[in-house]
Every structure is written in structure tokens, then in C-alpha cells.
């Protein structure tokens, strides 16, 4: 199969040009945190049935609202909205609506073979038969609906429309999780979370200090992305499906919160005059590269610092070229390397800009109560992070961070060792390394802290392209 | 270890398979894969091998074997024989010319000069890395093991230092510097900067008479006759990927017919020799370009025309191909530009290599898979064979005070 060269889309590409924001689903742009209610709907919907398209009309129409609230670019609107619905389709999902593989031909592989092809998996170091959804044996996911509300109760009379909805039209719900935005952002082992995230050029949300600048084609398929080129949009049919559309990854991680803590305190040193509780979240904050509060240990090695908790402005080449104070295989240096990478800060700079993710992902399960030495004991309960990123290439943005930086056993002159948090023991030894004088500490025969147990790759096209899609019969 | 430095060479022998004896040659090498693998495992010398079937610029079907080896070629040819003589024989049983047993000589008749070879880590021969490799084995257990007993945390550095030297003596492990004779001094680098004006002058001449006649004319021709690039949902693109990433290190093989005509070979020629002297003076130590990701690389130019490039590296494809457009496009547009369908050029450099999409297209187009792939460290990257030869080395200082000690404790 051969395709014609890329070629930049009228339109959307233009350098400086800015992004047509109306036609954007507003997640891409927003977390909806004033909406602290979300549920995630993975629904099989019936092929080819005239309801599905009815069923889609109907959401594309009711979307119109979001659309005008997020036309005035005003805060206040999208806050006061009650409710947010977002939707997304996997390629099996965009077949419901007739699109075979010839409509399909110029979107990327990785989203038509989907995250539980054995390709997929072996990149992601991912085991999907053990998945309690989103694996190959069970019925086919075909669309995500995200669901977000202002209070409890109207999203579970949100989440009832929308079951009767889809189930009127044929469709099945195969899996759903309920998200949470915690306190302070923190995910369940205690750290505050979400806080490097790359800010759009030309996009309608306003910049937080700190934020690096992305081109919008990184995010939005049509646009210029950073190599300077339009983001390939793919079109079906004659029609520019992809325009101001953007690819989504999900991916539900069960987070074992007693075995992190457990392996904690068991291998915590306590310096002299230091409580063991002490020791253990500074041996804790070293496998995060960040304090619980978020201060990055390469600014405030020795203790946390309230006013650091949404810094973003540090390097890692200059402040701590020894991994003395952030050791080299912790989570935050493995998912943004920032100017650590060979063979120069400037050059690093450039490359991590050209593999950066969107997160807008959120928690799931009860929330933990302090002391976190009461952790240690596992209360059984299912708890972990829903896992969403969205970008304009999952291959080289998601599966790059996942396959070069976090799973690798090679990252940053190290050996034999992946990411601190994310690594898997499938190794019979685990470790992670602590640079440090006189010598280096290894921790070893470290449990898995986090099991994905299931997950997909969704295309979220834009406001244009789904109501084309839902009068493509 | 041997005094004398070891010198790495590259073997690359490309023949004429019998015409119709393609299919079953492939199907022979697949199948070979493991057993060759574990025989040349037995090949002490070898640092990366390959068995790769293609079609050259003209279309005819090309058995060609790669080979990064130690010491002299004729010790090369010896250990083949003794390790997979019979291998060869029946793979090269379906070129032309090929009677069994004459591999050495064959391969002699065969054998391309590459226009430019890389090597990352010169001097280190295959014992030497696994010696390395060893010795800091034996450095992390002896800590591991210290550092679970207690016992570290009331030794100075020195302290450390001088017993691990003395567990190390104890293991019998040699330590200290080894002669890798790379190039001494500045002068091998004054040689190439001497060198720079006038391959700026000849460079310069080329872009602007590319620029004037040649690019356009490509353009032209793209917009006629679009260039046929696979899309990465193509089954032969499924087939590299399955062969991809089974370990830490993959070996990537790339042959592109040169662009008709001899301004580009003229260019390309030129590119690939000063490509040679960079490798040769400057870049012997680790990094090509500022990759630092590549443990061998070659590109080999055929009497057709056709541009052969063979690179053992580190890591996944998407970040080898990600270190060219982000830190080497320069050199590899130069190079590519003159090779069929290549993205759009400007002044020989420009574009190119940079233009991300196109750029991976085009290398996933002319790349092809291979069929036997070797290496005889595959879990070892190009860092981790410095730093451990570095760590190797320090290890042999006296580990006079704190200082010293210090420095050498850090690399573990």
C-alpha cells in the first residue's frame, strides 16, 4: 500500500495561525476540574445499525452547548455548565459507522492495530491477556464516553441518560471506571500529580507560569507540530476527519499503594535524628523525583517546600548532574527528561519537546488517609489511576515516553533498570539505583508498585468530523 | 589481556543470488536463525554479524554478510569456518560462483570496501567488553552484598575503593588501563579542521549547483511521479516491526538505488569520505554526530549504484530514527539526498533529514529486514561498554586518597 507525500493541510497549518478551538472537544484543552464527578463509559456499539448514527447525532447535537460555552473562551461559562460529556472512538470503533479499512488508510498503525496488538504490547512491555478489559479475547471496545459533572448526583442521573441512550441504540457498556480529582491533586501513593504539563501555542487556555510552549500541531492533528510540519489529519472519504481531532490513550493502573510503601519503609534509612516515617518518605520522593507536597528534589533536596509545589522551571542537567539529589531512574526524569539528555542541554531540550504527552487523567478507588505508615497495610481495596494522554502521534509521544524513557533498563547510562514506579518485576531482581556518596545504593528484589489492567487507544475527533460521522449512512 | 592494541574491521560481503533461488534462500536463513545464532556465539572475535537478502538498484536479488570482527581478516575467515563453515556453504551454495568451502576466497572476490565505517568503541575487543562486563558484575555483587550487611556505611571512599580492588584481585580479574590505540593528542583532530576549508569550498560549490540544476529537476519529477512510500499499515513494515526490539540492541539494514547520474554520485562520494574522516579522527570515542547510540555503522556505495547501510544500535527504532532528524540530519541529508525518493532537499542539507514524516517513510520504504541478526553483547549499549571499560580502567589506579577513590565510585 503506498501513499502520496505529506503535505501540509490548508488551513490549520499556518505558522502562527491560530487553533480553531470551536471545533475542539473540550477536554483536549480542559481537565474540568470545577467537575470533580467523572465517569468513563467504554461502550460496543451495534454495527451498522441505523440507532448507532441516531445515538450519535443525538450526542453530537447535545455538544453544541459545550461548543457555544467554549466559543466564549470564558471560564466562568464552561464552570457554570453542569455537565461535560466528551467522546471518543478506537478503529474498530470507527468501523461501527462504515468506515472499513480503506477509510481507515491513513491513520496511524498503532491506533488501527490498537494497545492490545502483540506489537503494541511488546513496545509498552504490556501483558494484555492478564487485562480485566480492553484485551483481544473480550468484545471489542468501540467508543469512550467521558462523562463529568458538578455534583454525585447529577452525574449518576447523567450516567443513567446515557446508558438508557446507548443502550436504546443497540450499544453495550463492556466496561466502566468512575474518576476522581483528589485533594491537591495527589494520586494514592501520596504525591501531587499533574504538575509538568506542556502549555498549546495559540490554544484558548491561558498559560501557567512555568508551562513550556508546545506548537498545537503536537496536540491537534492538522496543525504545525515541532518539526515544523502539519501533523498528518487523516481523511476518509474526501473529508478532513482528522481536523482538529486528536488521539487518546487510556489506560487503567491499579496502584498496589501497601507494596509501595511496605518496600519503602522496609529498605528507609533513617539519617541520625531522623524518624523512620521521615526516612521513608525521603526514600519514597526519590522514586517519584518529587516531594509528596511536589517540590522537585533537584531544587529542595533535603526537605519538602510548600511554595514548590507546581514548580516546573528546573533542569536536571546543571542542578544535579551526579543524580545525587534526583537519582537517574526516578519517575519524573524517565517521562520528561527535560535537558539531561546527550549529548547537550540545548539539544535535550529540543528532543523531550518532541515527545511530550497531554495528561487529563484522574484517580479511581477510595482515597487513603494520613499517617502513611498506616498504608503499609494492604486494606484490599481496588485503587489507581486512570491514565489518560492525549497527543497528536501516540507512537511518538505515549509509546516513545513508555518504550525509550520509562520502561527502558538503559535510560541515562544505567544498566539493568526501569522506570522506579512504573517497572515491572518480570525480572527476578527489580532495582533501582541511588547515586550518592561514597558510593551508590541499589535497591533490590523491589515488588511492582502498579499493574495496568486494562486499556485502549481512541481517536477524539473533532466537533466538524462527528457530526459527519454520524451521516455517514 | 594482550598488550598490542586490537583493531575492529568491518567484513562486508554482497554476491548475486542464483536467479529463482531467492525464495528458498530466505526461507533457508529464517529458518538457520537460532542455531547460527548460537554457533557464532562460539566466534571469539565477532562483535555484530548479519544475513541479509536484497534487491540491488537494479533489481537483481543480493546476499550480503556483515561482519564487525577483531584482529586480522584471515583469523576472521578461520573462525567462520570453524563455527559456521557449513552455514556459509549453504547459504552461499545459492549465490553464483560459490563452490563449498571457498568461503574465504569468495568472500575475498566480494568483498566491499565500505565508504565510511563507524566504530564506537575502538580497541575493545569482544573478550575485552565481556571481561568489563564481568568485572563490574563483580563490583555490584560486592556491594549489593556490603550494602546489606551494614558494612558501607563506616568506610571512607578509599576504604571502599581498596577493598573492592582487593575483592577484584581475589576474582582474578585483570584491571587498569588497556592500549586501545585511538588516535593521541590533538593532532588527529587538527587534521580534520585543516581539512575544513576547502571541503567547505568544494560543499558549498556542490549545494549551489545542486540547488540550481538537480533539486529542481527532483522536484519536478516527485510532483510527476509521486515517490511510492509504504504507509506504516503496510505488511512489510508489520515485518520489520515483529523483528524489532527483541532486545536491548537491534541492527538496522537500509539500501537505496543512488539518484541516476554522476554530480550525485560525485556528492554522495564526497559526503561519504569526509563522513570516513570525522569517524576516523574526531568521532572515535562514543558518539557519531552526537549519536551515542551506535556501536557500528558502514556505508558500503555498489558498482550499480545501489547505497548499502548496515548500523548495529541501541534502543528502539522510533529513538534511532528520532537521534537522525534531531541531532544528525545535516550528514545524513548530504548522504541520502542523492538517493531515490528522498524527502526534499535545499542546498544539499537543508530539509531533508529533518522533515520528520517524510524522513521516516522513506527510511521504512528502502529499509529491509534481517534475516540472521548477531550480536555478541546484545544487552550491552554503546554506554554501558565505555563505562564499564572506563570503570575497568580506573580500577587499576592506587586509590591514593578520597579524591581518586571518589571518582572512580561514581561511575558505579
Known amino acids: 500500500m503506498a501513499v502520496a507525500p505529506v503535505s501540509a493541510r490548508a488551513g490549520g497549518g499556518g505558522a502562527g495561525g491560530g487553533v480553531d478551538a470551536s471545533d475542539v472537544q473540550g477536554v483536549v484543552f480542559y481537565a474540568y476540574t470545577e467537575h470533580p464527578y467523572a465517569r468513563y463509559l467504554f461502550l460496543n456499539l451495534a454495527k451498522d445499525d441505523p440507532r448507532t448514527f441516531l445515538w ?81 479475547d473480550q468484545d471489542e471496545i468501540h467508543a469512550l464516553l467521558m462523562l463529568f459533572a458538578r455534583t454525585e448526583e447529577h452525574l449518576a442521573e447523567l450516567v443513567a441518560r446515557h446508558k438508557t441512550a446507548a443502550m436504546a441504540a443497540g450499544g453495550r457498556v463492556v466496561h466502566e471506571d468512575e474518576g476522581h480529582v483528589s485533594a491537591d491533586h495527589h494520586e494514592h501513593f501520596g504525591f501531587r500529580d499533574g504538575i509538568a504539563q506542556p502549555h498549546i501555542d495559540h490554544g484558548p487556555r491561558r498559560r501557567r507560569s512555568g508551562e513550556p510552549v508546545i506548537p498545537p500541531g503536537e496536540l491537534l492533528l492538522g496543525y504545525t507540530n ?43 534509612r533513617p539519617r541520625t535524628g531522623e524518624s523512620l516515617d521521615d526516612a521513608a518518605v525521603r526514600l519514597a520522593a526519590s522514586f517519584v523525583g518529587r516531594w509528596p507536597g511536589g517540590a522537585p528534589l533537584v531544587l529542595h533536596p533535603d526537605h519538602d517546600a510548600a511554595s514548590a509545589a507546581n514548580e516546573n522551571v528546573f533542569g536536571f542537567a546543571k ?23 546527550a549529548p547537550s542541554p540545548k539539544e535535550s531540550l529540543v528532543e523531550t519537546g518532541r515527545h511530550r504527552i497531554f495528561r487529563r487523567g484522574r484517580t479511581y478507588g477510595p482515597a487513603l488517609a494520613l499517617p502513611r505508615s498506616a498504608w503499609r497495610v494492604d486494606d484490599g481495596a481496588d485503587r489507581g489511576l486512570l491514565f489518560i494522554a492525549l497527543g497528536a502521534s501516540i507512537r511518538r509521544q505515549f509509546e516513545f515516553v513508555q518504550q525509550t524513557w520509562v520502561t527502558s533498563l538503559k535510560f541515562a547510562r544505567l544498566y539493568d533498570e526501569p522506570d522506579a514506579l512504573l517497572g515491572r518485576s518480570t525480572d527476578a531482581d527489580r532495582r533501582f539505583t541511588l547515586q550518592g556518596e561514597p558510593v551508590r545504593r541499589c535497591l533490590v528484589a523491589l515488588p511492582d508498585f502498579v499493574t495496568v489492567l486494562g486499556g485502549a487507544y481512541l481517536f477524539m475527533p473533532g466537533m466538524r468530523a462527528l457530526a459527519w460521522l454520524a451521516t455517514q449512512r | 589481556m594482550p598488550a598490542p592494541p586490537i583493531s575492529q574491521h568491518a567484513l562486508t560481503v554482497i554476491a548475486s543470488v542464483r536467479a529463482g533461488a531467492e525464495d528458498d534462500l530466505v526461507k533457508l536463513l529464517d529458518a538457520s536463525n537460532v542455531a547460527v545464532l548460537s554457533r557464532l556465539a562460539q566466534v571469539t572475535t565477532l562483535h555484530f554479524a548479519r544475513f541479509v537478502v536484497f534487491d540491488d538498484a537494479v533489481g537483481k536479488p543480493c546476499l550480503a554478510f556483515e561482519s564487525n570482527y577483531d584482529g586480522d581478516i ?79 556505611r563506616a568506610m571512607s571512599p578509599r576504604a571502599i575503593a581498596l577493598a573492592l580492588k582487593a575483592h577484584l584481585a581475589e576474582c582474578k580479574l585483570e584491571v587498569g588501563v588497556v592500549d586501545r590505540g585511538l588516535p593521541r593528542g590533538p593532532w588527529s583532530k587538527t587534521a580534520l579542521y585543516a581539512m575544513m576549508p576547502g571541503v567547505l569550498l568544494v560543499g ?4 549551489v549547483i545542486a540547488r540550481l540544476v538537480y533539486e529542481p529537476a527532483d522536484e519536478r519529477e516527485d510532483a510527476e511521479a509521486p515517490p511510492q512510500l509504504v504507509s506504516d499499515q ?81 534502543g528502539s527504532w522510533e529513538s534511532y530514527l528520532g537521534d537522525f532528524i534531531d541531532k544528525a540530519h545535516t550528514f545524513l541529508t548530504l548522504i541520502w539526498t542523492n538517493t531515490k525518493w ?49 570503570i575497568r580502567e580506573l580500577a587499576g589506579g592506587p586509590m591514593a586518597d578520597d579524591e581518586e577513590a571518589l571518582r572512580w565510585l561514581s561511575l558505579l
Not at chain 2, 204 to 207: C, D
Request: hydrophobic fraction near 40%; charged fraction near 20%; include cysteine.
Open chain 1, 56 to 136: 450519535l447525532r443525538e450526542i453530537a447535537h447535545s455538544r453544541q452547548g459545550a461548543r457555544r460555552a467554549h466559543e466564549a473562551a470564558d471560564h466562568l461559562v464552561r464552570s457554570k455548565a453542569q455537565e461535560h460529556v466528551q467522546i471518543a472512538f478506537t478503529a474498530a470503533g470507527l468501523g461501527a459507522f462504515g468506515l472499513g479499512p480503506q477509510d481507515l488508510a491513513e491513520f496511524p498503525s498503532e491506533f488501527v492495530d490498537g494497545m492490545n496488538d502483540p506489537q503494541r504490547a511488546r513496545v509498552l512491555g504490556d501483558s494484555p491477556a492478564e487485562w480485566t478489559f480492553g484485551r483481544p
Open chain 1, 226 to 268: 515541532a518539526y515544523g510540519e502539519a501533523t498528518i489529519s487523516p481523511t476518509a472519504r474526501g473529508f478532513d476527519l482528522g481536523a482538529n481531532g486528536t488521539f487518546v490513550v487510556y489506560r487503567k493502573m491499579r496502584q498496589h499503594v501497601a507494596a509501595f510503601w511496605g518496600a519503602v519503609y522496609d529498605r528507609a
Open chain 1, 319 to 341: 542542578e544535579d548532574p551526579h543524580g545525587s539529589r534526583c537519582p537517574f531512574g526516578a519517575h519524573i526524569r524517565r517521562t520528561n527528561p527535560r535537558d539531561m539528555l
Open chain 2, 74 to 152: 584471515a583469523g576472521h575467515f578461520a573462525e567462520l569456518q570453524r563455527c559456521i563453515g557449513s552455514d556459509l556453504d549453504a547459504f552461499f551454495g545459492h549465490c553464483e560462483e560459490y563452490s563449498p568451502g571457498s568461503f574465504g576466497a569468495f568472500a575475498t572476490a566480494h568483498a566491499i570496501v565500505p565508504r565510511a565505517y563507524y566504530i564506537a568503541h575502538g580497541g575493545l575487543s569482544v573478550p575485552q567488553i565481556l571481561h568489563d562486563g564481568r568485572v563490574r558484575a563483580a563490583i555490584q555483587g560486592w556491594l549489593d552484598a556490603a550494602d546489606a550487611a551494614g558494612t558501607l
Open chain 2, 204 to 207: 558549498a560549490a556542490m549545494a
Open chain 2, 234 to 314: 503496510d505488511p512489510a513494515e508489520d515485518a520489520l516491526e515483529d523483528a524489532e526490539d527483541l532486545q536491548p540492541l537491534n541492527g538496522l539494514t537500509h539500501v537505496v538505488p543512488l539518484k541516476p547520474g554522476t554530480f550525485r554520485r560525485a556528492v554522495a562520494t564526497f559526503a561519504l569520505w569526509f563522513v570516513e574522516q570525522a569517524a576516523r579522527k574526531v568521532c572515535y570515542e562514543g558518539a557519531l554526530g552526537g549519536i551515542a547510540t551506535i556501536h557500528f555503522a558502514r556505508w558500503s556505495l555498489l558498482a550499480d549504484g545501489t547505497l548499502v547501510f548496515f548500523s548495529n544500535y541501541d
Open chain 2, 342 to 390: 528522498f524527502p526534499k532537499t535545499s542546498f544539499l542539507v537543508f530539509e531533508g533529514a529533518s522533515s520528520e514524516t517524510p524522513f521516516k517513510r522513506w527510511t521504512r520504504t528502502f529499509q529491509r529486514r534481517n534475516q540472521i541478526w548477531y550480536s555478541a553483547y546484545a544487552d550491552l549499549t554503546v554506554t554501558n561498554v565505555l563505562d564499564s571499560a572506563k
